[in-house]
Nanobody
């Protein structure tokens, strides 16, 4: 049984940068899409960015031009480079992995706080 291990969250000032990482630990086969979601207090969880096994990327409009998603298929790792962070980016960020069977795994979440 595989699991997702996230790292890289923290406190950053507006305009700053953070890089989130998510590594697949254990057995997880036929991974298709890897992505990041976020959930702010009192709001629904939303897609931030996703990347397919072929490298096709999809971003929420609110992060286009500021965030970049990438993945290392050999290491079953997905990254989210977040630049020009804004206070409204404050949320718990969750890693998500979808298998060919459409089963999804979720990470435990990592807090990102953008504040001066």
């Amino acid at each position: 049984q595989g699991q997702l291990v996230e790292s890289g969250g923290g406190l950053v000032q507006p305009g700053g940068s953070l890089r989130l990482s998510c590594v697949v630990s254990g057995s997880m086969f036929s991974i298709t899409t890897m992505g990041w979601y976020r959930q702010a207090p009192g709001k629904q969880r939303e897609l931030v960015a996703a990347i397919t096994s072929g490298g096709t990327r999809n971003y929420a409009d609110s992060v286009k031009g500021r965030f970049t998603i990438s993945r290392d298929n050999a290491k079953n790792t997905v990254f989210l480079q977040m630049n020009t962070l804004k206070p409204e980016d404050t949320a718990v960020y969750y890693c998500n992995v979808r298998l060919l069977s459409n089963y999804m795994y979720w990470g435990q979440g990592t807090q990102v706080t953008v504040s001066s």
